[in-house]
């Protein structure tokens, strides 16, 4: 069984440019989380969907971030315009669901760097 | 929110020995899981132990729920274990896992 996938492993784009994130569920799992580590700090949440619906979308920083989950498959991560504070790790997690969280699955991470 | 603390902070071992990491955490959690995140950033499923005691080769967990902590194991350290070991747990309230700050490790040959 696949598990969870992420694309791109590494994004380096300037300051202003767009980078989007995807990120592919293990196949089943209805909950998709998409969580950061930026630079030296902890790993944050940033928000929660169940099927194609964000349930908790109350770590995303700012308005420059957008996710989606498209038919409640894989989903994306836009950031637009990029900040030089948004370098660091990105990962994606997903588990069975949806009632109860379960074990979490994480992918193994897209670094992005903002120059 | 639930507070996680993880000790120590950083650990030098030298290859071969043993060490104990522990994760505190300041709510009744319905989850538990230990990370370890290698050098290349990739985070590895290490456990999944909201109670109770898991071994997998090397690595043993222990959570102890009634009283808020849990301890990771690692016996006969090798080079490859470097990196750093994250708990992150998840509350009766929350849909979330929260992490605690990792502990860094570096195990010298």
């Known amino acids: 069984e696949a598990g969870v996938t992420q694309f791109p492993s590494h994004s380096v784009i300037e300051k202003g440019q767009t980078v989007t994130l995807r990120c592919d569920p293990i196949s089943g799992h209805d909950n998709l989380y998409w969580y950061r580590r930026v630079m030296g700090k902890e790993i944050k949440f940033l928000l929660h969907f169940v099927k194609e619906s964000k349930q908790d979308e109350s770590g995303m920083p700012n308005n420059r971030f957008l996710a989606e989950r498209t038919g409640g498959t894989y989903s994306t991560l836009k950031v637009q315009p990029a900040e030089l504070e948004d370098s660091g790790v990105y990962f994606c997690?997903?588990?069975?669901?949806?009632?109860?969280?379960?074990?979490?699955?994480f992918g193994e991470g897209s670094r992005l760097t903002v120059l | 929110g639930i507070q996680v603390e993880q000790s120590p902070p950083d650990l030098i071992l030298q290859e071969g020995a043993n060490s104990t990491l522990r994760c505190n955490f300041s709510d009744s959690v319905n989850n538990l899981q230990w990370f370890h995140q290698n050098p290349w950033g990739q985070l590895i499923n290490l456990f999944y132990i909201p109670s109770g005691t898991k071994q997998n080769g090397r690595l043993s967990a222990t959570t102890v729920a009634t009283e808020r902590y849990s301890l990771l194991y690692i016996s006969s350290s090798q080079t490859t274990d470097s990196g750093v070991y994250f708990c992150?747990?998840?509350?009766?309230?929350?849909?979330?896992?929260?992490f605690g700050g990792g502990t860094r490790l570096m195990v010298k040959p």
């Open positions: 992150a747990v998840e509350n009766n309230a929350g849909n979330m896992l929260t």
């Open positions: 997690a997903s588990s069975q669901g949806p009632f109860d969280t379960g074990e979490l699955f």
